[in-house]
């Protein structure tokens, strides 16, 4: 297996794929997903996809495929190398997810915001000058009330990173010309929401969605081996491109309990720079690491309340403009922008 493009910039995330065979673009077709590396703190996660014409499922199951996990390393290589050459009725995709991605994700936050809007009509005559009363007088108004509300921010977690992979592939090979019929996805989270997700997203496509899919279903087999291959190959070959010198690349599976793992995390975590993009840093085994063995450096807390920040750094908040006049003291007089408009600052909803 090819890896590099990913190779030459493993920072990111790359798409690799094969030739769209012809038959898939006129036969309909089932297609399998499967991850592999979900688990490990070093290293990126694989999704992957593979799709073939529904009237060529028992030609698949010729090929032997089963769940790569119930597999050796050589019988992995041995079983790509058939699905490969198998290019006149199967086609392969790959997401692969860097480290980096994959931890710069999930540190994402998302602001909630939703907006309720009330409209309010009526008539009234202005006393202006006689010009202005001319011209305005029984004009009719339009008064808006636009109340904003803002709800905490929520993590973008792996499950969202997973299922947003597992939909973009589905995506591409859509966009390539397959003529998908039946999709086939070994679960992330409850079965029945991701099933449900998945249909709305894809209508006229026939998705079933069930743990432990990568045994019961040979595209998802063959899915989870290109997925399993290509997470082997990035492991053992990674380019480090940092500047780190000699880099022990006995590092194991890179699984937290594997105890290679373990110990090549202890060796090569420096105190100020912490680790290479080899490690997932929002693991929480690696932020325990830093924690208890890295310089400590402090940092505004991401849940922590704006004003209290503020007053922390001896600052005045933005949130305060917003306080409403009762608590300020009416030391302020309001603007006359929001007056003509009849805007006011709300304390409760």
């Not at 029984?138 to 973008?156: A, D, G």
Request: overall charge negative.
């Amino acid at each position: 297996m090819d890896l590099g493009e990913f190779e030459a910039d493993n920072s990111v995330s790359c798409r690799l794929a094969s030739a769209i065979p012809d038959v898939c673009k006129t036969e309909d077709c089932c297609l399998g997903i499967d991850e592999a590396g979900r688990g490990p703190v070093l290293g990126p996660m694989v999704y992957g996809i593979c799709f073939c014409p529904v009237a060529k499922k028992e030609a698949l199951k010729d090929l032997k495929v089963a769940d790569s996990k119930t597999l050796t390393e050589a019988q992995r290589e041995d079983l790509f190398r058939k699905l490969d050459e198998a290019k006149s009725f199967v086609g392969w995709a790959l997401q692969i997810l860097s480290p980096n991605t994959i931890s710069t994700s999930m540190l994402q936050r998302y602001l909630n915001t939703y907006c309720t809007r009330h409209t309010h009509t009526h008539t009234h005559t202005h006393t202006h000058t006689q010009k202005e009363t001319q011209r305005a007088n029984n004009r009719t108004h339009t008064q808006m009330i636009l109340t904003v509300l803002l709800f905490h921010r929520s993590k973008y977690n792996l499950n969202a990173l997973s299922h947003d992979a597992a939909i973009g592939l589905v995506q591409f090979a859509l966009d390539s010309g397959v003529q998908l019929k039946e999709v086939f996805v070994d679960t992330v989270g409850p079965a029945e929401k991701y099933q449900e997700k998945l249909s709305q997203r894809f209508p006229g496509v026939e998705v079933t969605v069930r743990p432990k899919a990568d045994s019961l279903f040979p595209i998802v087999s063959a899915a989870s081996i290109c997925a399993k291959v290509a997470r082997d190959h990035s492991v053992k070959d990674w380019n480090f491109p940092e500047d780190l010198g000699e880099v022990d690349a006995d590092y194991g599976s890179g699984y937290p309990s594997d105890p290679k793992t373990k110990a090549w995390l202890l060796k090569e975590l420096d105190p100020v720079f912490g680790y290479p993009q080899f490690v997932r840093f929002s693991w929480s085994t690696t932020q325990t690491l830093l924690d208890s063995r890295a310089v400590t450096v402090h940092w505004d807390d991401d849940e922590e309340d704006g004003e209290k920040a503020a007053a922390r750094q001896n600052n005045t908040s933005m949130l305060s403009y917003f306080k409403t006049s009762a608590q300020q003291g009416n030391t302020h007089q309001t603007h006359r922008f929001f007056t003509e408009r009849r805007l006011q600052s709300l304390a409760t909803l």
